[in-house]
């Protein structure tokens, strides 16, 4: 894992946003849009090379790497971690989040840490509902009081980086909320169950959020399934 400060960052107190895509790439359509539509700046990268595989094209190929961004929104005191794909390793996932975990608590004290992903559900009707998980009892208070219910218990787990993250900041002292917006596909990116975080998280922070672009983005994608032929079950592929 290696991790590059693009420029010093140093605050006395702020909030982190972290997710990454997960089911329906709820997580990472979250991150990224906080990031390009704050008025953001890219302070850190870090970049992470777990593949099993290497990458190809005109009959070279070289090693397959993954970059993942933090950027900092100064007016509201919000540093983001954002990035296109999770490690597919469990011990290079650890590593990521304490590696994430690390850089922003050198920067200064972290008031409170969001997560966000999908949240599968079966039969969906309206607007997709956020439901929320605390890693401190206490912010259970907190989720009420913006409307916010908690996961439903019939979830035991949440994997990967947008579980991890928040189990990770528990042990280092760090008040963290998770934020899970409703899905019914897992494969198709859902940008619905993304403004309905977004939503949620407006309420929680109090940061005015547009979210239009998200409206467009789920018009596209159904008129991209409407015109799609139907895609072989195989493709080309070696390994």
């Given at each position: 894992m290696?991790l590059?400060?693009?420029?010093e960052?140093k605050?006395?107190?702020?909030s982190?946003?972290?997710s990454?895509?997960?089911?329906?790439r709820?997580?990472?359509?979250?991150?990224?849009?906080?990031?390009q539509?704050?008025?953001?700046?890219q302070v850190?990268?870090?970049?992470a090379?777990?593949?099993p595989?290497?990458?190809y094209?005109?009959?070279?190929?070289?090693s397959?790497?993954?970059a993942?961004?933090?950027?900092?929104?100064?007016?509201?005191?919000?540093?983001?971690?954002?990035g296109?794909?999770?490690?597919?390793?469990?011990?290079?996932?650890?590593?990521?989040?304490?590696a994430?975990?690390?850089y922003?608590?050198s920067?200064?004290?972290?008031?409170?840490?969001?997560?966000?992903?999908g949240?599968?559900?079966?039969?969906?009707?309206?607007?997709?509902?956020?439901?929320?998980?605390?890693?401190?009892?206490?912010?259970k208070?907190v989720?009420?009081?913006?409307?916010?219910?908690?996961?439903?218990?019939?979830?035991t787990s949440?994997?990967?980086?947008n579980?991890?993250v928040?189990?990770l900041?528990?042990?280092?002292?760090?008040?963290?909320?998770?934020?899970?917006?409703?899905?019914?596909?897992?494969t198709?990116?859902?940008p619905?169950?993304?403004?309905?975080?977004?939503?949620?998280f407006s309420?929680?922070?109090?940061?005015?959020l547009d979210?239009?672009?998200?409206?467009r983005?789920?018009?596209?994608?159904?008129?991209?399934i409407?015109?799609?032929k139907?895609?072989?079950?195989?493709g080309?592929?070696?390994?």
């Amino acid at each position: 894992m290696k991790l590059e400060k693009i420029k010093e960052f140093k605050e006395d107190e702020f909030s982190v946003f972290a997710s990454l895509p997960d089911m329906g790439r709820v997580g990472g359509l979250v991150s990224s849009f906080l990031a390009q539509n704050l008025k953001c700046e890219q302070v850190a990268e870090m970049t992470a090379s777990d593949k099993p595989w290497v990458a190809y094209a005109d009959g070279v190929v070289k090693s397959a790497s993954d970059a993942y961004k933090i950027f900092y929104d100064k007016d509201h005191k919000l540093l983001i971690f954002t990035g296109e794909s999770q490690p597919q390793d469990p011990g290079q996932l650890y590593e990521l989040c304490n590696a994430f975990l690390d850089y922003a608590s050198s920067a200064g004290k972290v008031r409170r840490l969001y997560g966000a992903g999908g949240y599968l559900r079966d039969q969906l009707a309206g607007a997709p509902r956020v439901c929320g998980v605390v890693n401190k009892p206490a912010l259970k208070k907190v989720l009420d009081k913006a409307g916010i219910e908690l996961v439903g218990n019939e979830i035991t787990s949440i994997t990967w980086f947008n579980g991890i993250v928040l189990g990770l900041a528990a042990e280092r002292d760090i008040e963290a909320i998770g934020l899970f917006g409703e899905i019914s596909e897992t494969t198709v990116p859902q940008p619905l169950a993304a403004k309905s975080i977004l939503s949620a998280f407006s309420r929680l922070e109090m940061i005015a959020l547009d979210t239009k672009k998200l409206d467009r983005q789920y018009e596209s994608i159904l008129e991209e399934i409407q015109n799609k032929k139907e895609p072989t079950k195989f493709g080309p592929g070696i390994g």
